[in-house]
């Protein structure tokens, strides 16, 4: 009997998802949504979904490739580049003979049974291959603690699948499936940071950015939009709002306190951003805020501008230091883009003595000062907005 020829697949495996009962189906239809439109420009590419798992059939696309995306996907726990075969136990010794063929070193298998049809335990189909390998490579040697090689089975309803390339995804939940949040992104370090890590929670994001043309070339407006081009191999695509600060800033700086100009810049981003979180349905912000870092961001600086927001503000990196948070920018690649050379808006007009411990009452006091809705809404009769659809690889 000729057996079918073995398919290249991914396994994909996820965590939280997992746990989420009667709402788990939805997290799955999600997660296979997200990794469809991510994958669906290479082709001839099908995602479907079993028990606990979902399958990725690359056909004839390279698996370098759907591994480079599926890697930025948020929802997957890990993958495994694996070859589907009959669930049959001659097949699947060959076909472990194939796949470790060559190597040298340790290693171990590691055999799962779902279908409980198939004639051998687990345990069985463990040793029964691992003898079947160590005799037609006798360059190999077992560890089962710390192998170098790792050689995975798993026999489901649908047949086998064997890999020993096994990758860790992002973890977290996929895009969508939370509420859609409002982030004040720049180009710095710490906002894309704290951006991402909310896209990983399952929230899609509405970006605002403030700049100070003319003041800063339009640098910063360009790292802002990579910034964004490049969470979009998580997100997929977003909106872009771009607010010119600087008439508001040349205000505050003209007829207010110094030592208050930075918490009135801050302010003044919020209340813009409620009119944009009203608009464009978003049910809190994001910003990339730790706890001390500069003036602006002690416990009373930070409670002087909650003060003019109605929705919550989700510090992601309240409890980080900048090492830290360059560590994951490192990580997720969003470093590189963020210290290219640019301007920063909040940087126009600085005080020399910035207050540190600031009382609300006295800043609003200041703030009463400005003519605050007729500069709101000079800025927003400015914004831009940039639909980023694009994805870099």
């Keep these: 009997m000729t057996r079918p020829k073995p398919k290249n697949m991914f396994v994909i ?10 709402n788990r189906d939805r997290f799955e239809q999600r997660l296979v949504s997200n990794i469809q439109s991510r994958l669906r420009d290479l082709g001839g590419i099908k995602v479907s979904q079993r028990h606990g798992s979902l399958l990725v059939d690359n056909g004839s696309v ?59 335990t687990s345990q069985l189909l463990a040793a029964e291959t691992g003898e079947a ?15 170098e090689h790792t050689l995975w089975i798993e026999v489901g309803m649908d047949g086998a699948y064997i890999s020993r390339k096994k990758e860790r995804g992002i ?49 910063s407006i360009d790292v802002v939009k990579d910034l964004v ?37 801050r302010r003044m981003m919020f209340r813009i951003a409620e009119r ?15 706890l ?5 961001q002690t416990i009373e600086n930070i409670a002087t501008v909650n003060a003019v927001a109605t929705r919550p503000i989700l510090r992601p990196l309240i409890g980080h230091d900048k090492q830290e948070i360059v560590d ?37 006091a200041d703030e009463a000062k400005l003519d605050v809705e007729k500069l709101i809404a000079e800025a927003l009769e400015k914004e831009e907005v940039s639909e980023i659809s694009e994805i870099k690889w």
């Design 62 to 120: 390279s698996a370098d490739e759907v591994r480079n995306r599926l890697k930025w996907i948020s929802g997957i726990e890990y993958f495994n580049e694996c070859v589907k075969i009959v669930a049959e136990p001659q097949a699947i010794l060959d076909a472990s003979v194939t796949e470790i063929r060559g190597l040298t070193g340790t290693f171990r298998v590691t055999a799962r049974r779902a279908d409980k049809r198939f004639p051998w």
């Design 133 to 147: 390998v160590l005799k037609s490579n006798p360059n190999l040697t077992v560890d089962l603690h710390k192998p």
């Design 13 to 22: 495996h996820y965590g939280e998802i997992g746990i989420k009962g009667h």
């Design 171 to 219: 973890g977290g939940l996929p895009v969508g499936s939370g509420s859609k949040l409002l982030s004040l992104i720049s180009g710095g370090i710490d906002s894309p940071v704290a951006s991402w890590m909310m896209l990983k929670r399952g929230a899609p994001l509405h970006y605002v950015s403030f700049h100070n043309f003319p003041y800063t070339d339009r640098a």
């Design 276 to 290: 944009l979180a009203a608009r464009e349905g978003c049910f809190g912000y994001v910003t990339g805020e730790s």
């Design 328 to 364: 994951i920018a490192l990580k997720i690649g969003t470093y590189e883009l963020s210290i290219r050379p640019h301007g920063d808006c909040c940087s126009l007009f600085l005080p020399e003595n910035p207050a540190t411990r600031s009382q609300e009452k006295l800043v609003a």
């Design 292 to 296: 001390g870092q500069v003036a602006s």
């Design 229 to 265: 081009t490049h969470l979009n191999r998580n997100a997929g695509k977003a909106s872009l709002s771009l607010i010119n600060l600087t008439p508001i800033q040349q205000e505050i700086a003209a007829v207010c306190e110094p030592r208050y100009r930075v918490l009135l810049y």
